[in-house]
């Protein structure tokens, strides 16, 4: 029924969203015309099997390490949402030295000071459907979660996480969204107005690897018959184009209010 009322709706190109799989963006685009996120078969990039949200967020922290933001060398990460998105950015942040210290999905939530083998819990969820016992952690709250010390942490589940009675709680150095719109606006507004005060380089990045997956996947959906050889890695340009607007939005904005696009 969507699909069908924005037929006409031309300028939009509907992609996935939190619990849209392949094969939903698959009738979706039968519906409407047009649609991202779909399966290999028709002409899809496998998102979540490249982790390309997580990569993208990945990316962002090594450009704010760049910076002087982080030393991602032993950063600790806490992760909300370990789902594809929290898991791939949990992996790729672990490839570059970071140290995963907890995690959490809807069935609740784990930590250890110690770290914890991204790898290993994986395939903890894997197996048992959530990351809650997971053998040499504690048991975490979703509350605690938000105030655990660490340089990065990583909302990767729903919107409106943080809001103007929790966000002060919030110890992290740099904020890597992998949700859409975690924080309410007014809890942006704080975390500006933290930035401002105390000198907390406290900066939310888009997560840039998806966002030119499917930009890329709909280039060649349109672009198909003319023979044009297709790029082999589609998140080449993800440094760059995180990296171009990185400088200006910590001398400037640390939160873009995507609400409103």
């Not at 924005?6 to 939903?24: A, K, N, S």
């Not at 030295?97 to 903890?124: C, E, N, Q, W």
């Not at 975690?182 to 966002?211: C, F, N, Y």
Request: proline content about 5%; hydrophobic content about 45%; glycine content about 12%.
């Amino acid at each position: 029924a969507f699909g069908a009322r924005i037929r006409d709706v031309t300028g939009y190109i509907p992609g996935p969203d939190m619990g849209l799989d392949e094969g939903l963006m698959a009738h979706l685009r039968d519906a409407c015309g047009r649609a991202v996120g779909l399966p290999t078969v028709l002409g899809g990039i496998p998102l979540d099997v490249l982790g390309a949200t997580g990569f993208g967020l990945a990316v962002s922290a090594e450009v704010a390490a760049e910076r002087g933001v982080i030393d991602l060398d032993g950063a600790r990460v806490v992760v909300q949402g370990f789902g594809s998105v929290g898991q791939h950015t949990a992996r790729f942040l672990a490839e570059r030295g970071a140290v995963l210290v907890a995690a959490s999905d809807s069935r609740g939530g784990v930590v250890s000071t110690r770290g914890l083998d991204v790898a290993a819990l994986i395939a903890h969820k894997q197996h048992t459907g959530a990351v809650a016992h997971f053998p040499g952690a504690d048991e975490v709250s979703h509350e605690a979660l938000l105030a655990l010390p660490c340089e990065i942490w990583v909302p990767a589940a729903r919107p409106d996480v943080f809001t103007v009675a929790n966000v002060d709680q919030l110890q992290a150095k740099i904020l890597l969204e992998g949700a859409n719109i975690p924080a309410s606006p007014e809890a942006e507004e704080l975390l500006h107005a933290k930035k401002k005060k105390a000198g907390v380089k406290l900066d939310t990045e888009l997560s840039g690897g998806q966002l030119k997956d499917l930009v890329a996947e709909f280039k060649r959906a349109i672009k198909e018959g003319t023979g044009k050889e297709f790029p082999n890695d589609p998140m080449q340009q993800v440094w760059g184009a995180i990296g171009a607007v990185f400088g200006s939005w910590m001398n400037d904005r640390a939160v873009v209010y995507r609400r409103t696009y």
